[in-house]
């Protein structure tokens, strides 16, 4: 596609559900990001991939949440037993360059709204 | 650890003014510096960004940023603001020690623009 692509735009989940989010980044681009942005806020770093490495998940906010990238393209986050807490936007981007954002531009999806309720 | 500041989280102007959004940054290096808009129900898209280099930096839809060492500010200005600059405008830091690959927001600012 022309750009990056997350599914669902909008997901309500019920507290203590699991829930999967889908981002299919730019083709090609070797790095991705999983950012959380939160009601008001600035999107928080999450995670980052270098084609199917996981290289920073210092940002993760606890072990309920976990990313993949098996074959280096398509990413998933993953959020168990979901809390109220975990209500944001979560925010994709991909970038062509294997250095992250730090000579080249990272493209973001729409991202997901997900809502606990 | 590195944190961005974004001065007034919502600044109205008319078309036509001056459009002023104030970031300051905390760094002991001068980190990369970014400006991202976001537009209603759109992805994050980037404005422009200080690299290394001449300290004016110009961006799309005629805007602009100066880096200031010595205040530790990057200030987006554009001189004539018009209706589709209605938006969210986030400052972002890259710290140049350890994380690299991250992306450090500021709260953002939303923008509005009455005729």
């Not at chain 1, 199917?52 to 993953?78: M, N």
């Not at chain 2, 805007?63 to 400052?91: G, N, Q, V, W």
Request: charged share 15%; hydrophobic share 35%.
């Amino acid at each position: 596609g022309a750009g990056v692509s997350q599914s669902p735009r909008y997901k309500v989940a019920k507290r203590g559900q699991d829930v999967a989010l889908r981002c299919d980044p730019i083709s090609g681009h070797v790095s991705l990001f999983w950012y959380q942005q939160a009601l008001g806020q600035g999107p928080e770093f999450l995670t980052y991939f270098q084609n199917e490495a996981q290289l920073d998940k210092s940002g993760l906010p606890s072990d309920r949440f976990f990313a993949e990238r098996p074959e280096g393209s398509v990413s998933t986050l993953k959020i168990q037993r979901t809390q109220q807490e975990d209500s944001a936007v979560y925010l994709c981007a991909s970038s062509p360059s294997t250095h992250g954002t730090l000579n080249t531009e990272a493209f973001f999806g729409q991202g997901t709204r997900l809502t606990v309720v | 650890a590195q944190s961005v500041t974004q001065l007034g989280s919502h600044v109205s102007v008319s078309e036509g003014a001056l459009v002023l959004l104030r970031c300051n940054y905390s760094s002991s290096v001068p980190p990369y510096l970014f400006w991202y808009v976001q537009y209603p129900n759109q992805g994050l898209q980037l404005l422009l960004k200080y690299t290394t280099g001449a300290t004016l930096v110009k961006g799309i839809n005629g805007f602009e940023a100066e880096f200031k060492k010595s205040e530790t500010s990057f200030h987006l200005t554009k001189p004539s603001a018009h209706m589709s600059d209605a938006a969210e405008y986030f400052c972002a830091v890259v710290p140049l020690s350890g994380g690299y690959n991250k992306l450090i927001f500021g709260a953002g600012t939303r923008l509005a623009v009455h005729p």
